[in-house]
Nanobody, 123 residues
């Protein structure tokens, strides 16, 4: 299963980050999708996840309500938006396909990973 994440790049602090994860239609429809990130020198951490039907979403507490994850079924994508961007949001962001319809915050809940997209926050 190939995933493609896009939307990374340089984003100004205080602005909004919008990332998109494209997955094969069957995978995008039947499995939970999650976003993780890894900053330099740090471990990969959970950001957000969404269930197969979009009914359940889960967010990392550390984001303080700044993130929104949503499905776009017309495009077979899962989109992540983070508002009020901070320097500590700079990282490589990865999307991943869950092992089931509902996937949690553990990396073990996911079976396929995209290559990641780099996000840099400028001050």
């Amino acid at each position: 299963v190939q995933l493609q994440a896009c939307g990374g790049g340089v984003v100004q602090a205080g602005g909004s980050l919008r990332l998109s994860c494209a997955a094969p239609r069957r995978t995008a429809t039947n499995n939970g999708i999650g976003w993780f990130r890894q900053a330099p020198g740090k471990e990969r951490e959970f950001v957000a996840s969404i269930s197969w039907n979009g009914a359940r979403t889960n967010y990392a507490d550390s984001l303080g309500g700044r993130a929104t994850i949503a499905r776009d079924r017309s495009k077979n994508t899962v989109n992540l938006q983070i508002d009020t961007l901070r320097p500590e949001d700079a990282a490589i962001y990865y999307c991943a396909v869950g092992r089931s319809a509902y996937s949690g915050a553990s990396a073990r809940d996911y079976q396929y990973w995209g290559p990641g997209t780099l996000v840099t926050v400028s001050s």
